[in-house]
């Protein structure tokens, strides 16, 4: 009994809920899912090869940490996207599946470290992004500025990708971040301005938009890119709206998904948007003049990011041509 005990408290000490701030928030049960969500089970010989390397160069991946639905089909063909500078974000969105609380310090072999990994999956484009390092006092936009230039140096074909936090009060981040010349900078609004305050409670809608505007200020020739999920609680005015405010900062790409709760203790699911409304939602976003959009259930950031960007390139020649 006593032995069981003290098994007992060892299990309550090492236990540590993975989102500590969203205990005390009431539980919202997930609908069930419609056949239209169902996923790849990730089983593949390709998907344990992207494991080990992932492992055997300490890395971690946004696929894994934000329990990606996606998971199977994009590590079957080696497409993963990185998460630097730790696995621990200092923001609490209501929507995420990141752990919240004081990460730890950057470790300057991370560059490095993604560049071999890259080097390794073998990918002619990549998708790195970042949890928030608010702790930090440029946001670690020099960081991001050293995977890029790693990754150019060890795979020089490979076109790049990066999908940042919106450095909040870290003047300065941005630029360093853009000056390293990724191919395609993405910042995800996640959400209407609406539901912010609960659902992005540490971030501000104009800031964030503001921030692809000025991307595309500083680089014009750079490729601007955002998203959001869907059934959050939205209206449909709303994400219009959105769009129109992308296109007034010139954002070339939009990303629409459905939001999937990562747990009780997320913000709830409040509808399942049907593939149909999908395809509806992506056709007034190309009437509004975006060159490319990707608008479905399983739409994430980076899902298809190689083929995607493949088109983003062919679409903006065929209009200057
Ligand atoms: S969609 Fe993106 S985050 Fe999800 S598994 Fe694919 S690469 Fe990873």
Redesign the pocket.
Known sequence: MAAYLAHMVVVLDTTRPRHPEKAHRPDAPAPPKPAWIRVKAPVSKGYADTARIMRDNGLH???EE?G?P??GE??EKK???FLIMGDVCTRACAFCNVKTGLPAALDPQEPAHVAEATAKLGLAHI?VTSVDRDDLADGGGAHFAAVIRAIRERCPTTTIEVLTPDFLRKPGALEVVVAAKPDVFNHNLETVPSLYLTVRPGARYFHSIRLLQRVKEIDPSMFTKSGIMVGLGEERNEVLQVMDDLRSADVDFLTIGQYLQPTRKHHAVERFVEPQEFEGLARIAYAKGFLMVASSPLT?S??HAGEDFAKLRAARAAKYR
């Open positions: 991946t946004v696929c934000a990606c996606n998971i994009c590590w497409h993963a996207t998708v994430r980076s899902h």
